[in-house]
């Protein structure tokens, strides 16, 4: 009934940028907060960023002056811009909202899409 689909990972060399996208497709209502996670091999997800439904948006220290979560309410679609990566930005990003559908009675689900790899060359 709704569905979450990360694009723009890739492999980047260390330095370069990437920008992700993430669309939310249904009978959607409304979007509440929508947020960045990462998860590397052997680690914990990691949130990266977020940003609410009133537009205050928050970073991770790791990635604090480098990356930019922007919402395009009409679209549906948050993105990450991020720049100056490192190596150690190399993780699968996903994407996760908090999403009111059509004949739910308005109450938020919480959602999670199904990762996009970025690999950071050095």
């Known amino acids: 009934q709704v569905q979450l689909v990360e694009s723009g990972g890739g492999l980047v060399q260390a330095g370069g940028s990437l920008r992700l996208s993430c669309a939310a497709a249904?009978?959607?209502?409304?979007?509440?907060?929508m947020r960045w996670y990462r998860q590397a091999p052997g680690k914990q997800r990691e949130l990266v960023a977020s940003?609410?439904?009133?537009?205050?948006?928050n970073y991770a220290d790791s990635v604090k002056g480098r990356f930019t979560i922007s919402r395009d309410i009409a679209k549906n679609t948050i993105y990450l811009q991020m720049n100056s990566l490192k190596p150690e930005d190399a993780a699968v990003y996903y994407c996760?909202?908090?999403?009111?559908?059509?004949?739910?009675?308005?109450?938020?689900?919480?959602?999670w899409g199904q990762g996009t790899q970025v690999t950071v060359s050095s």
């Open positions: 940003t609410t439904a009133g537009g205050t948006t």
């Open positions: 996760n909202a908090d999403i009111a559908l059509l004949g739910f009675g308005g109450r938020y689900v919480n959602y």
């Open positions: 249904g009978s959607i209502v409304s979007i509440s907060a």
